[in-house]
C-alpha cells in the first residue's frame, strides 16, 4: 500500500492528523503518532518508511548561505533540493518534482538526465520537513519563507503530486499561497487545467520562458508548442480573471545566454511581449555553468543593459542572485554530478 491509499481508508479528520504529526520534528516514527490507533500505526509501520529517503548527504557553499541535499529514494533513484538564505534572513527551499526532466531546455544540466520518474508526493513534502530538521539540527535560528519550485523537473507534469502537496501545506499553515511558486517551462494543458481546478490554490506561477521569439525559444525550449506565445496571453487573461489578487503575478524567468538572446534587440522584443500581460513582471537569470554546455553566460555589462532597456520600456525586472554555484546547487545545475 502506498501513503494515498492508507490515508483513504481513514476517516477524513485523520488525514489532517497524519500530516500534522508528520511535520512535528518531534516524532521520529510512525510508533509516536499517538492520535492513530495501535492498528492504524501498525499499518503504517508495515507499509510506509518514516524516512522517506534511505541516504542523505549535504554539500555546503564556501559562504555557508546555500546547502544542497543529494537525496536517496528507496528503488535507488536520487534528487537534489537546496536550501537557500534570502535577503530577509530567512530560508528559501527550492524542492524538486520529479527525478529528471523530460523538457529539454539546452542550457540546463538536468535536462540531460531525461525524466526517471515522478515523485511521489510525500517525496516532495519530506523535502520540507527534511530542511526542516536539518535547521532545528543545526540551530541555524531561521524559519523556512518560501518554497520555489525550481529544483529538478516539471512541476505541472506532475500535476496531481503538486497539487496535493501545495493543498498540505497550505493547510498546515506552513506556508501561505504568495510564499510558494511554481515554475513551469508553460506546460498548456495543466495551465488551462488550473483555471478550472477547484483545488488548485492561488500560489504564484512563473513562466521560464527565455526568449520572446518562437524559433528562438523552440532552440533553447525544444518542447514548445505552436503558437505558444499566443496561448500563453490568452491564457493570462482568463488566470488572472480567476485570480484577482493584486499581490498575484505572473513572473517570467529568463536565463541570459551569451550571442543568444541577450541583445538589445531581443531586450526589446521581450519588453513588448511581457507588457500585454499587465500584472506581470521579470527575473532574469544570468546562465549558470553546466559541463559539456557550449552556452557562455551573458557578460556584466550587456546583463546591465538588457535590464535597463527593458525596464525603460515599462516592464519590473529583478535579477536572481546567483547562489551556490561552488556546490552545484545554482539554478539550472541540478544533475547528480557530485
Same mark, same amino acid.
Given at each position: 500500500?502506498?501513503?494515498?491509499?492508507?490515508?483513504?481508508?481513514?476517516?477524513?479528520?485523520?488525514?489532517?492528523?497524519?500530516?500534522?504529526?508528520?511535520?512535528?520534528?518531534?516524532?521520529?516514527?510512525?510508533?509516536?503518532?499517538?492520535?492513530?490507533?495501535?492498528?492504524?500505526?501498525?499499518?503504517?509501520?508495515?507499509?510506509?518508511?518514516?524516512?522517506?529517503?534511505?541516504?542523505?548527504?549535504?554539500?555546503?557553499?564556501?559562504?555557508?548561505?546555500?546547502?544542497?541535499?543529494?537525496?536517496?529514494?528507496?528503488?535507488?533513484?536520487?534528487?537534489?533540493?537546496?536550501?537557500?538564505?534570502?535577503?530577509?534572513?530567512?530560508?528559501?527551499?527550492?524542492?524538486?518534482?520529479?527525478?529528471?526532466?523530460?523538457?529539454?531546455? #539546452? =542550457?540546463?544540466? $538536468?535536462?540531460?538526465? +531525461?525524466?526517471?520518474?515522478? &515523485? %511521489?508526493?510525500?517525496?516532495? !513534502? /519530506?523535502? *520540507?520537513?527534511?530542511?526542516?530538521?536539518?535547521?532545528?539540527?543545526?540551530?541555524?535560528?531561521?524559519?523556512?519563507?518560501?518554497?520555489?519550485?525550481?529544483?529538478?523537473?516539471?512541476?505541472?507534469?506532475?500535476?496531481?503530486?503538486?497539487?496535493?502537496?501545495?493543498?498540505?501545506?497550505?493547510?498546515?499553515?506552513?506556508?501561505?499561497?504568495?510564499?510558494?511558486?511554481?515554475?513551469?517551462?508553460?506546460?498548456?494543458?495543466?495551465?488551462?487545467?488550473?483555471?478550472?481546478?477547484?483545488?488548485?490554490?492561488?500560489?504564484?506561477?512563473?513562466?521560464?520562458?527565455?526568449?520572446?521569439?518562437?524559433?528562438?525559444?523552440?532552440?533553447?525550449?525544444?518542447?514548445?508548442?505552436?503558437?505558444?506565445?499566443?496561448?500563453?496571453?490568452?491564457?493570462?487573461?482568463?488566470?488572472?480573471?480567476?485570480?484577482?489578487?493584486?499581490?498575484?503575478?505572473? #513572473? =517570467?524567468?529568463? $536565463?541570459?545566454?551569451? +550571442?543568444?538572446?541577450?541583445? &538589445? %534587440?531581443?531586450?526589446?522584443? !521581450? /519588453?513588448? *511581449?511581457?507588457?500585454?500581460?499587465?500584472?506581470?513582471?521579470?527575473?532574469?537569470?544570468?546562465?549558470?555553468?553546466?559541463?559539456?554546455?557550449?552556452?557562455?553566460?551573458?557578460?556584466?555589462?550587456?546583463?546591465?543593459?538588457?535590464?535597463?532597456?527593458?525596464?525603460?520600456?515599462?516592464?519590473?525586472?529583478?535579477?536572481?542572485?546567483?547562489?551556490?554555484?561552488?556546490?552545484?546547487?545554482?539554478?539550472?545545475?541540478?544533475?547528480?554530478?557530485?
Amino acid at each position: 500500500m502506498k501513503l494515498k491509499e492508507i490515508l483513504e481508508s481513514f476517516k477524513p479528520f485523520k488525514k489532517r492528523l497524519f500530516f500534522q504529526a508528520y511535520f512535528d520534528l518531534n516524532n521520529h516514527s510512525f510508533s509516536d503518532f499517538t492520535n492513530f490507533s495501535k492498528s492504524e500505526r501498525n499499518l503504517m509501520e508495515h507499509h510506509l518508511h518514516f524516512q522517506v529517503f534511505k541516504k542523505e548527504t549535504i554539500f555546503e557553499s564556501k559562504k555557508g548561505d546555500t546547502f544542497k541535499a543529494l537525496l536517496e529514494t528507496y528503488d535507488g533513484l536520487k534528487i537534489e533540493t537546496v536550501l537557500m538564505e534570502n535577503a530577509r534572513g530567512a530560508y528559501t527551499i527550492c524542492v524538486s518534482s520529479q527525478v529528471g526532466c523530460a523538457m529539454g531546455c #539546452t =542550457f540546463c544540466a $538536468t535536462g540531460t538526465m +531525461g525524466l526517471k520518474r515522478n &515523485l %511521489e508526493f510525500i517525496e516532495i !513534502l /519530506a523535502q *520540507y520537513r527534511f530542511w526542516s530538521k536539518f535547521i532545528k539540527n543545526r540551530r541555524l535560528d531561521k524559519e523556512i519563507l518560501n518554497v520555489v519550485f525550481m529544483g529538478m523537473g516539471e512541476p505541472l507534469a506532475n500535476y496531481l503530486n503538486v497539487r496535493e502537496t501545495l493543498n498540505v501545506w497550505i493547510d498546515l499553515k506552513l506556508l501561505g499561497p504568495t510564499r510558494i511558486t511554481v515554475s513551469t517551462v508553460g506546460v498548456l494543458p495543466a495551465l488551462q487545467r488550473i483555471l478550472v481546478d477547484p483545488l488548485w490554490p492561488n500560489v504564484r506561477i512563473a513562466i521560464s520562458l527565455h526568449s520572446a521569439d518562437s524559433r528562438k525559444r523552440k532552440e533553447i525550449v525544444p518542447t514548445t508548442v505552436a503558437r505558444f506565445h499566443q496561448k500563453l496571453i490568452d491564457w493570462s487573461r482568463a488566470y488572472f480573471k480567476k485570480f484577482s489578487s493584486n499581490r498575484l503575478r505572473v #513572473t =517570467f524567468e529568463y $536565463t541570459l545566454i551569451d +550571442g543568444v538572446n541577450d541583445s &538589445l %534587440e531581443h531586450a526589446k522584443e !521581450l /519588453a513588448n *511581449y511581457i507588457l500585454q500581460f499587465g500584472k506581470a513582471k521579470l527575473n532574469v537569470i544570468p546562465l549558470n555553468a553546466v559541463p559539456g554546455q557550449a552556452f557562455e553566460p551573458s557578460q556584466k555589462e550587456n546583463i546591465n543593459l538588457f535590464k535597463n532597456k527593458v525596464l525603460h520600456m515599462g516592464v519590473d525586472v529583478t535579477q536572481r542572485k546567483t547562489m551556490g554555484e561552488d556546490i552545484n546547487a545554482a539554478c539550472g545545475q541540478l544533475a547528480l554530478n557530485n
